[in-house]
Each structure stands twice: as C-alpha cells, then as structure tokens.
C-alpha cells in the first residue's frame, strides 16, 4: 500500500530548465509536483492536532463525569459516549496519523530529496567547462547533496512540527478557554514571551548555521582535493602540510560550531524558565479556580495534562525552528553553486549540426576569457573536409583556446567557427560534439568498466565492437590481463577514479579505442600518444593512420615528429597564426617553426626554451 504513496510523483519527471535565483522561487518551484499531497497532508496534520487537544479535553471531561457519576452508575449513564471514544481512539486516530505519515514520509520525502539532487545535477551537467575550473568539485558535489535534504527536512518539518504545533496551541487555547476564559491569560502570556525568545535567538542561529555550512563545505573540499591528489601529495612529502591545510579549516569549522551550539545551549536555558512559568501559571490559576468553586477537577486535570503536553512540545518546537533556518541556510549556500545560470547555452530552437563534408572555417576569431591578453587574437584559418591539419606553438600561444573553442566549451568573444558553413554558435551543442571525438593528454576515465569507458564513445556498441576499437590501439592484450580489488576481469574490470589503476599509457590507449569506436567525421588530438613508448608510438600511429582515413583531424602536438606527415601545419604564437605549411616548406622557410625543430630534442618541442 505504501508504495501507491511513493508513485505519487515522478521524481524524474521533466522541470523547468533553470533552477530559480531566489530563495522562495527555488523551494516552491520543486515543492510544484507535490500541491496535493501536501493539501491533504495539512489537513490531515489539522486531523492529528485536534484529535489530540481532543483527547486532553476528554480526559477533564472524564475525571467531571466520574466525580459527578460515581462508580455504579458511570458506565450505565455514560456507556455509549465512551464507546463512541473508544472508536474515536482505537479507529479513527490511527487512521488520520497513518495517512498524514504516509503523505509525508512516503509521498513527499521519497521523492523530494532525489528530486532536488537530480534537478541539481542535471543542471550542472549543462554547466561550461570553466564553471567547474573555477570550483573544488568535492564543495559542488557536498551542495548537490546537502541540498536536497535540506528542502526535504524544511518541507517535513513545516508540516510534521510547526504546523501541527501550531494548531495544538490554537486547540489549548480553545479547551482551556471552553473551561475558563481568565485560563487563558497565561498562556498567552507564556507564547509572546516565547515568540520573543524565537525572534531573537533563531536568525542568530541561521547565520552561525550558514557560517558552519560555509565551513563545512571548506574542509570538504580540501580534503577531497587532498585525496584527489594524492599521489602528487605523497610525491612531494606533503601530508604534513595537508594535515595543517585541513587542520586550519576544521579549526575555523570547529570555533564557529562552538558559537552555534552557545546559542542552542542560551534557547534551551530561556526554554526551560518560560516552560516553568506557563506551568505554574496555567495550573495554579486552574487550581484556584477550582478551590473557589468556580470550575471543576476535571479543568485542573486537563489544564496541567495541556501544559506538561506543551512543556515537551516547546523544546521540539524550537528546535525545529532553529533547524528550519539552518535548512534554509544551507539551502541558500547550495544555490550559489545549483542556480547559477548557464554560461553556454543553446538557441531557442536551435538546428541540429548536419556534417558532410566536415570543413572547419575560423573566421576573425578572438578570445581573451575576459582578460587584456592571452587566448586568441583574430585567428583565421580554413580547413578542408578530410585534411589533416598539425597544430603547434609554445605552452600558452592559444592552441587549447581554439579546440576549446570548436568544442564550444566556451563562446567566442568575436568572430565565428564554422563547420560545412553552419556557424557552430547556432546549433544544439549536444550535436556539435557528436559530430567531433577527441582523444586528451590528460586522459581522464570515468570510474566504471573498462568496456564502460570504451563504450562511451559509442554506447549501443556490443562487445565485438568494443574489441575491434581496442584491437585496433592495441589495446587488448593488457586489457585482458587487467583484474581490480574486487574480482572483476578484462573488460569488466574497473579503472579507479580517473583511471587511476591504470598507466598513462594504457588510460591513453583506451581514449583511443573510445575515439576510435566514436567514429566521428572530425578528430581532435591533442597530444595523443604522449604517455606512450616509442615502440607503442610506433604501433598507435600506424593504427591513426587507418583511424584519420577520411576524417577532419587537428593534431596538437609537442613532439614534431607526430605532425611532420600532416597535409598542413599551422603555428601559433600569441593567439595568433604565424605560420601555415608542411614540414619541409616550413624548415626551407627558417622562421619559429623551424626554430622549434632545430631546438627540439628526440622531436620534442622544448617550450621553455622556445620562450
């Protein structure tokens, strides 16, 4: 029956695409989906309350009718109104708290929590390159996941607590006011003054909750950048510099938590005294009452069954006020990352990119990342459909800039690239990069199979496929001699975050097979067998060869001798192109390139010394 509850609402159904900037538009626009259940949940919180207040009320009412009755003749006076409370209490109490648990937990909670994660993440799958260059992914992935139990627990808590704690009070005041109207004056009296309290203490407590969540998001980060890093850190002897780089954040961390827990210990102090006064009030007023005739015993019973009801409710009362704000504190540090808008977007109703011929035009290119310099300075260059094109200049001259450029990872501040005549900046990105594989030199892979990671590039390709991709880098041989921590074999085998399990070159070989099994009309290398061997170069180039047949190939490259063979080379030097030809017009022309070809050793370009 329960998971009737759970089919409520599609977690993943589709959204909006944008996440909102403000903090009310952001909550009620994942709280959308779930309008009914959350109507029928408050009314049936409203159930539960009065039930509650009611069988308080109740019980008074029971104490009169004994006194007045007396023990013969109470059941047979009284017998049919205390069944029907027998009904009341054994069937339609559990009833109404069943279903308003369900819609919450059940029907809300379920779904929520993922919904907001994956809404998150999906808008940040759409996020540019940069926007994660400019951020710990450790802190991104702590607010995707923060995030949604936050909206959860502030939804639940609204409902399961303030809501309900709300009409409790309303219906005390109503019982206490039905036995005596002057009943009341403490407990008004009692809720100004804890209002007051919460006015005071709760924003406090948000802000120093926003302060601890900043931290805790700072150790976080460090940590997982340590981690991520790991191998540099013990390369360089580091730890102990890690331990104080992660001490000095929990330090921060651990001191602003000491000053959110002295507010808590201070709300907890005020707490108890204004608790103390509502008791003594309330059932001292009720017992005078009673002592002057003026009311019965069954209103002192109910009047101190009413306060010591509240006596526990206050303390859960605000702690899930003080909670709500640090929901909402955390709620508002994870839209600084989630509801940042996209730095590149598509058109409305943007084209598919349709590849024929897969000619590549760079018109008045110019890109600086919003910087005076670096990056590139009116490029232009053609490049026909199937040529191959080399790429080279010293570290920072712009070749990144212009395949980052082509991949659309970034808008061009000016110009336009082209492909078969279709300016790249008005088609879906999605197709852009359907239409291009590249193989990095930072070859990264995703901690999956090792078929997973080749499949990639293709991923309706069945395993004779896969094979034949990796066969053809040279690639099967070590793959099936591959076993990781658990067992798994071959191409079942898992590579470890980033391919950590794995050489340089094998990582790189298997981006090939990956690039290869994409079989897409234009290839990007950039600097694709770098981590390899010669031997392996040697085998790994011939396999290009088979691999570039027919395809738009722009290969960036250090090492000279990869590029010598290309239908053209193209210099870069500050973000500018300075030289186009083959190698040999090139040498003949004695400008940087040959140069760089003089200098080189092992047919490496030495960049340091080119600068």
């Known amino acids: 029956m329960l998971r009737k509850f759970e089919d409520l609402v599609d977690t993943f159904a589709p959204h909006e695409a944008e996440p909102r900037e403000r903090f009310w538009p952001f909550v009620l626009g994942h709280l959308r989906p779930f309008r009914t259940i959350l109507s029928v949940a408050a009314v049936s919180g409203l159930s539960v309350a009065l039930i509650e207040t009611g069988l308080i009320f109740y019980a008074g009412r029971l104490v009169d009718l004994m006194a007045v009755s007396g023990p013969d003749a109470f059941f047979g006076i009284h017998g049919v109104e205390l069944a029907v409370a027998v009904l009341v209490i054994m069937l339609l109490r559990p009833a109404v708290i069943v279903l308003n648990i369900a819609l919450l937990n059940h029907g809300m909670s379920v779904n929520l929590l993922d919904q907001v994660r994956w809404r998150a993440h999906k808008h940040l799958l759409g996020q540019?390159?940069?926007?994660?260059?400019?951020?710990?992914?450790?802190?991104?992935?702590?607010?995707?996941?923060?995030?949604?139990?936050?909206?959860?627990?502030?939804?639940?808590?609204?409902?399961?607590?303030?809501?309900?704690?709300?009409?409790?009070?309303?219906?005390?005041?109503?019982?206490?006011?039905?036995?005596?109207?002057?009943?009341?004056?403490?407990?008004?009296?009692?809720?100004?003054?804890?209002?007051?309290?919460?006015?005071?203490?709760?924003?406090?407590?948000?802000?120093?909750?926003?302060?601890?969540?900043?931290?805790?998001?700072?150790?976080?980060?460090?940590?997982?950048?340590?981690?991520?890093?790991?191998?540099?850190?013990?390369?360089?002897?580091?730890?102990?510099?890690?331990?104080?780089?992660?001490?000095?954040?929990?330090?921060?961390?651990?001191?602003?938590?000491?000053?959110?827990?002295?507010?808590?210990?201070?709300?907890?102090?005020?707490?108890?005294?204004?608790?103390?006064?509502?008791?003594?009030?309330?059932?001292?007023?009720?017992?005078?009452?009673?002592?002057?005739?003026?009311?019965?015993?069954?209103?002192?019973?109910?009047?101190?069954?009413?306060?010591?009801?509240?006596?526990?409710?206050?303390?859960?009362?605000?702690?899930?006020?003080?909670?709500?704000?640090?929901?909402?504190?955390?709620?508002?540090?994870?839209?600084?990352?989630?509801?940042?808008?996209?730095?590149?977007?598509?058109?409305?109703?943007?084209?598919?990119?349709?590849?024929?011929?897969?000619?590549?035009?760079?018109?008045?290119?110019?890109?600086?990342?919003?910087?005076?310099?670096?990056?590139?300075?009116?490029?232009?260059?053609?490049?026909?459909?199937?040529?191959?094109?080399?790429?080279?200049?010293?570290?920072?001259?712009?070749?990144?800039?212009?395949?980052?450029?082509?991949?659309?990872?970034?808008?061009?501040?000016?110009?336009?690239?082209?492909?078969?005549?279709?300016?790249?900046?008005g088609v879906t990105q999605a197709s852009l990069r359907r239409s291009v594989a590249m193989v990095a030199q930072d070859t990264s892979l995703l901690h999956r199979s090792v078929r997973d990671n080749i499949r990639y590039g293709k991923p309706e390709a069945g395993q004779a496929e896969v094979e034949a991709a990796a066969r053809q880098v040279s690639a099967h041989a070590f793959i099936m001699g591959l076993e990781d921590p658990a067992g798994r074999q071959g191409y079942d085998a898992h590579v470890g975050e980033r391919g950590v399990k794995l050489s340089g070159g094998q990582r790189q070989r298997i981006a090939l097979a990956r690039a290869v099994l994409k079989n897409a009309p234009i290839l990007i290398l950039d600097e694709a067998t770098s981590a390899l061997d010669s031997e392996a170069e040697a085998e790994i180039q011939a396999a290009l060869e088979v691999v570039m047949e027919g395809k738009t190939v722009i290969a960036i490259a250090h090492r000279l001798s990869t590029v010598r063979s290309m239908d053209r080379i193209v210099v870069l030097d500050q973000g500018q192109v300075v030289e186009v030809g083959r190698h040999e017009a090139l040498i003949a022309q004695g400008g940087l390139y040959a140069g760089f070809w003089a200098r080189q050793s092992g047919g490496r370009l030495r960049t340091d010394a080119a600068e």
């Not at 890690?242 to 210990?265: P, S, V």
């Not at 019973?301 to 859960?316: E, I």
């Not at 212009?402 to 970034?410: A, M």
């Open 128 to 425: 540019s390159i940069g926007y994660f260059q400019n951020d710990f992914a450790g802190r991104i992935a702590n607010r995707v996941m923060q995030t949604g139990p936050a909206v959860e627990d502030s939804t639940y808590m609204s409902f399961e607590a303030l809501w309900y704690a709300s009409i409790y009070v309303v219906g005390a005041a109503l019982v206490l006011a039905g036995a005596d109207g002057r009943l009341i004056l403490p407990l008004a009296l009692w809720l100004s003054l804890y209002v007051g309290l919460l006015l005071y203490l709760v924003p406090r407590i948000a802000r120093a909750s926003k302060r601890v969540s900043d931290a805790r998001s700072m150790v976080t980060g460090r940590i997982v950048d340590a981690y991520t890093n790991i191998q540099t850190v013990k390369l360089f002897a580091h730890s102990a510099d890690e331990e104080d780089y992660a001490r000095r954040a929990l330090t921060i961390h651990r001191l602003r938590f000491a000053k959110l827990l002295r507010l808590m210990t201070r709300m907890t102090a005020g707490l108890a005294v204004l608790n103390g006064v509502l008791i003594v009030a309330t059932v001292g007023m009720a017992v005078w009452l009673w002592q002057s005739g003026q009311t019965g015993i069954g209103t002192v019973a109910a009047a101190a069954a009413l306060t010591l009801r509240l006596n526990s409710m206050t303390g859960w009362i605000m702690w899930v006020t003080s909670q709500l704000f640090q929901q909402a504190g955390i709620i508002q540090e994870g839209m600084e990352t989630i509801s940042k808008p996209h730095g590149v977007v598509d058109r409305p109703s943007a084209p598919q990119l349709v590849v024929t011929e897969a000619a590549i035009r760079f018109d008045g290119l110019r890109h600086h990342y919003g910087k005076r310099d670096g990056g590139l300075e009116g490029v232009d260059l053609s490049i026909a459909g199937g040529e191959r094109v080399g790429l080279v200049g010293r570290s920072g001259a712009g070749k990144s800039t212009l395949i980052n450029l082509l991949l659309r990872f970034h808008d061009a501040e000016a110009g336009r690239i082209l492909i078969d005549g279709q300016d790249i900046a």
